[in-house]
């Protein structure tokens, strides 16, 4: 055999290994980021979910807070003994 046909050989396979090396890599780099992207859009719709939940439980605390205080508000000494002089009120007007 020539030398330069060992050497035209030679070069034909490693540019034939390279190349499909490379597109292997491609390959895999191009399913790595739509995993990634997929990933990353879950986490987003996961996060916008939270958000709505933690508002929503935000809200449901504060209406709590506010109905809490009606009823020891309504029930307490203080607003008893108001309605008490309250009604002694109407009661000395009565006569």
């Not at 996961?46 to 439980?57: F, N």
């Not at 809490?68 to 000395?92: G, P, Q, V």
């Amino acid at each position: 055999m020539h030398p330069l046909t060992i050497i035209f050989s030679f070069i034909v396979i490693a540019s034939i290994i390279v190349f499909g090396f490379t597109a292997l890599m491609q390959k895999r780099q191009l399913a790595y980021k739509e995993r990634k992207d997929a990933l990353d859009r879950e986490a987003a719709m996961k996060m916008e979910g939270d958000s709505d939940a933690q508002r929503e439980v935000l809200e449901l605390r504060e209406r709590i807070k506010v109905l809490e205080r009606i009823a020891t508000d309504a029930n307490s000494t203080e607003s008893l003994e108001l309605k008490a002089i309250s009604a002694e009120i109407e009661k000395l007007r009565d006569k």
